[in-house]
């Protein structure tokens, strides 16, 4: 089998990290064909001449530079290279992660050998919050198939969590264009593409296909200055993203919940939109057909009441 695979990487003022990410490539298996679409958000760094700089540098390594003429929306710069993808297998590589010199190699293995529509890979993870000491093995799970019950576990915090940054996964081309492409669904939350990134990593299991986590840890992943997950002040606002996200999952495939996972669901969109008849940073989330909280006046009294929603 003829190994190849396209990369996509989005980018905006980070040309120091961007160098970073594309050198993770040029260790790859040399034998592997790589497409690397990089998508420019209207930079004003040196992102250009990081580029340009890699062109030709490595026979395996094709380059396709997009830049951009004014500042769009982060999620449509991601959308912008979907047309570019001309490889059976893609992966999106965030310009502040990279790969460990075997990535790409045990990536391709496992998604053919597992005749799987998407796999996702355990990480280390370097952030400002931990120093940039590295975090090993960041998720605690073993090697798995996953299942919808696992991963609404994982969401819900009911069981460890899962990686849902899409620097961690690698998909079958056509499934991470649908998944992109639907994830535009969780518009109030796409300005961050907060929650854009658990639709894109899960969608081909909530579909029926079969996917994995692999605890091998072959991605790195930054937690910088500048990153929207440690930058996202409110955590309440992030954490409710991706409950939305899971929502639209669950109801465009008709997946089933337990007792459980309902009652936790419903309360967080309870709280949440209780939070935004006080603060108009929360936007009332109504768009749900499956879950509809209907909780007592007590309980909204003792919502109201509470200080922890006035902040």
Same mark, same amino acid.
């Given at each position: 089998?003829?190994?190849?695979?396209?990369?996509?990487?989005?980018?905006?003022?980070?040309?120091?990290? =961007?160098?970073?990410?594309?050198? +993770?490539?040029?260790?790859? !298996?040399?034998?592997?064909?790589?497409?690397?679409?990089?998508? &420019?958000?209207? +930079?004003?760094?040196?992102?250009?001449?990081?580029?340009?700089?890699?062109?030709?540098?490595?026979?395996? =390594? /094709?380059?396709?530079?997009?830049?951009?003429?004014?500042?769009?929306?982060?999620?449509? $710069?991601?959308?912008?290279?979907?047309?570019?993808?001309?490889?059976?297998?893609?992966?999106?590589?965030? !310009?502040?992660?990279?790969?460990?010199?075997?990535?790409?190699?045990?990536? =391709?293995?496992?998604?053919?050998?597992? /005749?799987?529509?998407?796999?996702?890979?355990?990480?280390?993870?370097?952030?400002?919050?931990?120093?940039?000491?590295?975090?090993? &093995?960041?998720?605690?799970?073993? &090697?798995?198939?996953?299942?919808?019950?696992?991963?609404?576990?994982?969401?819900?915090?009911?069981?460890?969590?899962?990686?849902?940054?899409?620097?961690?996964?690698?998909?079958?081309? !056509?499934?991470?264009?649908?998944?992109?492409?639907?994830?535009?669904? $969780?518009? &109030?939350?796409?300005? /961050?593409?907060?929650? $854009?990134?658990?639709?894109?990593?899960?969608?081909?299991?909530?579909?029926?296909?079969?996917?994995?986590?692999?605890?091998?840890?072959?991605?790195?992943?930054?937690?910088?200055?500048?990153?929207?997950?440690?930058?996202?002040?409110?955590?309440?606002?992030?954490?409710?993203?991706?409950?939305?996200?899971?929502?639209?999952? =669950?109801?465009?495939?008709?997946?089933?919940?337990?007792?459980?996972?309902?009652?936790?669901?419903?309360?967080?969109?309870?709280?949440?939109?209780?939070?935004?008849?006080?603060?108009?940073?929360?936007?009332?989330?109504? !768009?749900?057909? /499956?879950?509809?909280?209907?909780?007592?006046?007590?309980?909204?009294?003792?919502?109201?009441?509470?200080?922890?929603?006035?902040?």
């Amino acid at each position: 089998m003829k190994k190849e695979i396209t990369i996509l990487i989005p980018t905006f003022n980070r040309s120091e990290l =961007l160098n970073r990410s594309l050198s +993770s490539l040029g260790l790859q !298996d040399e034998r592997i064909f790589i497409h690397c679409v990089i998508s &420019d958000n209207f +930079s004003q760094d040196e992102t250009k001449e990081v580029v340009n700089s890699w062109i030709n540098r490595k026979s395996n =390594l /094709k380059i396709t530079y997009i830049k951009h003429d004014s500042d769009i929306r982060p999620l449509d $710069n991601w959308m912008s290279m979907l047309g570019y993808i001309d490889t059976e297998y893609s992966k999106f590589l965030f !310009d502040d992660d990279w790969l460990k010199g075997n990535a790409l190699n045990q990536m =391709l293995n496992d998604i053919t050998k597992l /005749k799987a529509k998407s796999i996702i890979y355990n990480t280390n993870i370097y952030a400002k919050t931990h120093n940039y000491d590295p975090i090993v &093995d960041y998720y605690k799970h073993n &090697d798995k198939k996953l299942t919808t019950e696992i991963v609404i576990n994982s969401i819900l915090r009911i069981e460890n969590a899962l990686p849902v940054t899409p620097s961690a996964a690698v998909q079958t081309s !056509d499934s991470l264009s649908e998944a992109l492409l639907f994830s535009e669904i $969780n518009s &109030d939350c796409s300005e /961050k593409v907060i929650g $854009n990134d658990l639709i894109m990593n899960f969608f081909p299991l909530f579909q029926g296909c079969n996917s994995y986590f692999i605890n091998k840890s072959i991605v790195n992943l930054w937690g910088g200055e500048d990153s929207i997950t440690v930058n996202t002040t409110n955590g309440k606002i992030l954490n409710f993203c991706y409950i939305k996200s899971l929502v639209y999952l =669950l109801e465009k495939f008709y997946c089933e919940t337990t007792i459980n996972q309902s009652k936790k669901i419903n309360h967080k969109i309870f709280a949440n939109n209780i939070r935004s008849l006080i603060n108009s940073e929360y936007v009332k989330f109504n !768009d749900s057909n /499956k879950f509809k909280p209907r909780p007592s006046i007590k309980e909204v009294s003792r919502y109201l009441l509470n200080k922890t929603f006035q902040n």
